[in-house]
């Protein structure tokens, strides 16, 4: 029995090993994000007796830096990625996932803005990323306090119809798509 090994790069009848892994680390890590902030906001756990609450901001950096690997890593596999289908579901697959990554770029971008711009400095995992300043920059902060909450309750919401839609395709259409972002069935039958 020949063994199948999945590619590196994207192919049209399934997503490559670069993808996945960034696509399955973003969601593990996005999921921690919104579990501190569920802790945060339900039960009142505060970032300064919690480190899992006080993660949030440090671990929503990393999942920023993963995020503009993942846009880079789409636009070098563009045309050799699994299509998504014809028609109006084609065209709604293809938006949302647009919206998809515009708005998993922008929360954290809001979030990094404000911390940029309140000048307290900020040091994810110990490294010196924004310095200490005396003046705060008000459009900065401004842009973050108006975002980077809201969208990011929004950007929950999106990822629990993304999660739907796939259990959709899987009962109802049966057209593997699961399976073009895990094991390798997808390029066993394409
Ligand atoms: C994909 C990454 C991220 C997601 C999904 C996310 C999501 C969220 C959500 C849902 C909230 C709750 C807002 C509320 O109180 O109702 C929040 C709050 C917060 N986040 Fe994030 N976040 C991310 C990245 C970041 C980053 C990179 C930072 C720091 C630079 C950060 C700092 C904060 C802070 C300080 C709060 C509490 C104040 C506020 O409500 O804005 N987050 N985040």
Do not use: C
């Not at 593990?28 to 007796?49: D, H, N, Y």
């Not at 990625?81 to 770029?105: D, E, Q, S």
């Amino acid at each position: 029995m020949t063994r199948m090994r999945l590619p590196l790069k994207d192919t049209p009848r399934a997503y490559g090993k670069v993808t996945r892994a960034l696509h399955w680390s973003i969601a593990a890590l996005v999921l921690w994000q919104f579990m501190t902030m569920i802790l945060k906001v339900a039960f009142g756990v505060s970032p300064r007796e919690s480190a899992i609450v006080g993660s949030h901001g440090p671990v929503g950096t990393a999942v920023f830096i993963l995020i503009v690997i993942r846009v880079i890593w789409a636009f070098v596999n563009a045309g050799r990625r699994p299509a998504h289908g014809r028609g109006i579901i084609g065209i709604a697959a293809k938006a949302g996932h647009g919206i998809l990554y515009l708005v998993m770029l922008i929360v954290p971008l809001a979030a990094l803005s404000r911390a940029f711009g309140s000048g307290r400095g900020f040091s994810p995992f110990g490294f010196p990323l924004f310095p200490t300043r005396e003046e705060p920059i008000a459009w900065m902060v401004g842009f973050g306090d108006a975002v980077h909450g809201e969208l990011g309750w929004v950007f929950g919401v999106l990822l629990i119809g993304h999660i739907a839609m796939v259990g959709l395709h899987e009962a109802m259409w049966k057209d593997g798509t699961l399976a073009k972002m895990a094991g390798k069935k997808a390029l066993r039958d394409g």
